[in-house]
């Protein structure tokens, strides 16, 4: 009976081992490199497949660590694919480069597509001063502050980016989703199939197809959206087009000029600050609550739809018939100099004393 189960336990043993080798492995090289720069130097990097972690400061030193990790089964492939990746860096004070570089045969991505894993994350410091040009698809991009000029792209992955106080950014992103942004003062954002929020703005130009923003507070905003939800609550200027467009904003403090087709525009308030009003829509329900402090003249113009008001407007002018509706006039004061104007087809018009 002894001699039984001694046979038993290393059975066991032997399977215990060939479970053990049959585990995921884990294997990992390293990248550093670091130098001292110019305080307005230049840092791009070019990365896929993990995650760049920026972190700015005080120094005038740029300083690199790449972690590459690769998870399989199979010790030999997973060296194979250690060995296929690499970092190129090129560095000097005024610019400093670093780029991941894959390469491995059709055989090898078919077998590495199905058995292997494998991550390339960067971790950066570099001067608070300093430009970068980053490009990360598949992963994550964070990045705390900085003074310089920020271009970023980013594809299926996802952005966290803290102050950007230069006035010219460059944000590019594809099928991206919960990206955030705590202030930019200024830049471009094109935008496509993916969802973003940002704390506050100061001027900004947005490009976005199928995608879902949310403004906290914004100065200037341009935009071209199609097929998307814009949520905006505090916004000085708002100008822009689009078509399938749901935009809601809470607070519009200056000026407003849009131009909609398949939508609703929902705005909370028009306050009494505010200049010119100017929407053009098709197929759009408009709702607009009216600050009961503003001062305005008013052109209405409709066709095949209604216009609602909740208080009384001063007709100068009126004209309706089955299918259009123009009206003129006033609101608030004789003198008044802001101006509200809406052209509206197929589409509900709505308007709401906001307090």
């Given at each position: 009976m002894k001699m039984i189960s001694f046979n038993r336990y290393l059975i066991f043993l032997f399977l215990l081992g060939a479970v053990t080798i049959s585990q995921a492995q884990e294997h990992t090289k390293k990248f550093h490199e670091e130098i001292q720069v110019n305080p307005n130097a230049l840092i791009e990097i070019n990365n896929s497949f993990g995650d760049l972690n920026i972190t700015s400061w005080d120094e005038d030193r740029v300083v690199i660590d790449v972690l590459i990790s690769v998870f399989g089964k199979n010790s030999k492939k997973i060296e194979e694919k250690l060995n296929s990746i690499d970092v190129l860096f090129s560095l000097s004070p005024e610019k400093v480069m670093a780029e991941t570089k894959i390469n491995e045969s059709w055989s090898f991505k078919w077998f590495s597509s199905s058995s292997l894993n494998y991550k390339i994350d960067y971790t950066i410091k570099l001067p608070r001063t300093s430009s970068v040009d980053l490009t990360n698809d598949y992963g994550t991009i964070r990045l705390n502050s900085l003074e310089g000029q920020a271009k970023i792209s980013c594809d299926f992955g996802k952005m966290i980016l803290g102050e950007l106080h230069a006035s010219n950014n460059e944000l590019d992103f594809d099928y991206t989703s919960n990206s955030t942004i705590d202030f930019i003062k200024g830049g471009i954002i094109n935008a496509d199939y993916s969802d973003f929020e940002i704390e506050k703005a100061g001027q900004i130009e947005l490009n976005a197809d199928y995608t879902n923003s949310y403004f906290n507070s914004v100065t200037v905003l341009n935009f071209n959206n199609d097929f998307g939800k814009m949520n905006l609550e505090n916004v000085a200027i708002l100008k822009g087009k689009g078509n399938y467009l749901t935009l809601k904003c809470g607070i519009i403090s200056e000026q407003l000029t849009l131009d909609n087709e398949f939508g609703?525009?929902?705005?909370?308030?028009?306050?009494?600050?505010?200049k010119n009003i100017d929407i053009d829509t098709e197929y759009t329900s408009i709702q607009l609550g009216i600050d009961k402090d503003w001062s305005f003249t008013y052109e209405i113009d409709?066709?095949?739809t209604d216009l609602k008001s909740t208080f009384p407007l001063e007709h100068s002018v009126e004209k309706t018939n089955s299918t259009e509706k123009y009206y003129k006039g006033i609101y608030n004061q004789s003198s008044a100099l802001s101006k509200l104007?809406?052209?509206?087809?197929?589409?509900g018009v709505k308007l709401n004393l906001s307090n």
């Open positions: 609703l525009i929902q705005i909370k308030q028009i306050n009494h600050s505010a409709l066709e095949y104007k809406i052209t509206s087809e197929f589409g």
